[in-house]
Nanobody, 111 residues
Framework: VQLVESGGGLVQPGGSLRLSCAAS????????MRWYRQAPGKERELVAA????????NYADSVKGRFTISRDNAKNTVYLQMNSLKPEDTAVYFC?????WGQGTQVTVSS
């Protein structure tokens, strides 16, 4: 199993980023996928989740209405569209499937 995140970077408050997670080594369309994040000095927290076919999603209260998780099972990729970013969204964002984690991608929201 391999999960490779991309798309992080530095963005101003109010800006947008789209994270991608390319998955390989398993039947991607059979598994729910999740995005987590971890800010410095804080515990890793669940940001968003999506079911295997993409029919159901869940979000942390802190990102509801601003972030959207989606997936393309033909491309073995899960996305996290992040809009109206705030400084408190600054963290390393991780793609997750059960006990498997990507290496993370840094998102920094700062003016």
């Amino acid at each position: 199993v391999q999960l490779v995140e991309s798309g992080g970077g530095l963005v101003q408050p109010g800006g947008s980023l789209r994270l991608s997670c390319a998955a390989s080594g398993f039947t991607f369309s059979s598994y729910a996928m999740r995005w987590y994040r971890q800010a410095p000095g804080k515990e890793r927290e669940l940001v968003a989740a999506i079911t295997s076919a993409g029919g159901s999603t869940n979000y942390a209260d802190s990102v509801k209405g601003r972030f959207t998780i989606s997936r393309d099972n033909a491309k073995n990729t899960v996305y996290l569209q992040m809009n109206s970013l705030k400084p408190e969204d600054t963290a390393v964002y991780f793609c997750n499937r059960a006990s498997y984690w990507g290496q993370g991608t840094q998102v920094t929201v700062s003016s």
